[in-house]
């Protein structure tokens, strides 16, 4: 059974940083580009950023470049995303989600809430 | 970035009738890279369409996409209680992924 599990959701201040992971598990991690898509509350789906297989290339929206960073580790089975300079608008549950044929999202994990206020 | 756009905002049926939704792109999608997820309330998204018609692993065959260029369509045949959810449509292009802005079916 394919399972995502992301954590490091939390409050954190404006100008703050945070780590997100994503623990896969029930296929093959290393064979499988996956990416970030958020939702911020009462709000619908924002794609974040996408990792190749290898790491070897990475895209982000235009509203996280130069603060987020996407990267994995294929020994661990796992995805992070570092987010730098944090805004309110970044406030959101942040789903990792594995990607499929025809650049689909396949699966997706419970998702981590990020919430950042004063 | 290619914007889309869901239609309409709210569809409210009774169980047993067809819907229909609609998400028109501003420029033409590859039809390869177009997808439907449904969200329950409370749930992360599931995939139903990919590829504008293919269904996803265990999706009924109630649900079925079709469309091409600029406009695609979502149909649920029969809608059964369990269907009440927010239906997005997304596409990829130039390394950019996009979302509709969702599609609530409210069961009469």
């Known amino acids: 059974e394919v399972q995502l599990v992301e954590s490091g959701g939390g409050l954190v201040q404006p100008g703050g940083s945070l780590r997100l992971s994503c623990a896969a598990s029930g296929f093959t991690f290393s064979t499988s580009w996956m990416s970030w898509v958020r939702q911020a509350p009462g709000k619908g789906l924002e794609w974040v950023a996408n990792i190749k297989q290898d790491g070897s290339e990475k895209d982000y929206v235009d509203s996280v470049k130069g603060r987020f960073t996407i990267s994995r580790d294929n020994a661990k089975n796992s995805l992070y995303l570092q987010m730098n300079s944090l805004r309110a608008e970044d406030t959101a549950v942040y789903y990792c989600a594995r990607g499929w044929v025809g650049a689909a999202f396949a699966y997706w994990g419970q998702g981590t809430l990020v919430t950042v206020s004063s | ?108």
Do not use: M, N
């Open chain 2, 1 to 108: 970035e290619i914007v889309l756009t869901q239609s309409p905002g709210t569809l409210s049926l009774s169980p047993g009738e067809r819907a229909t939704l609609s998400c028109r792109a501003s420029q033409s999608v590859s039809s390869s890279h177009f997808a439907w997820y449904q969200q329950k309330p409370g749930q992360a998204p599931r995939l139903l369409i990919y590829g504008t018609s293919s269904r996803a692993t265990g999706i009924p065959d109630r649900f079925s996409g079709s469309g091409s260029g600029t406009d695609f369509t979502l149909t649920i045949s029969r809608l059964e209680p369990e269907d009440l959810a927010v239906y997005y449509c997304q596409q990829y292009g130039s390394s950019l992924w996009t979302f509709g802005q969702g599609t609530k079916v409210e069961i009469k």
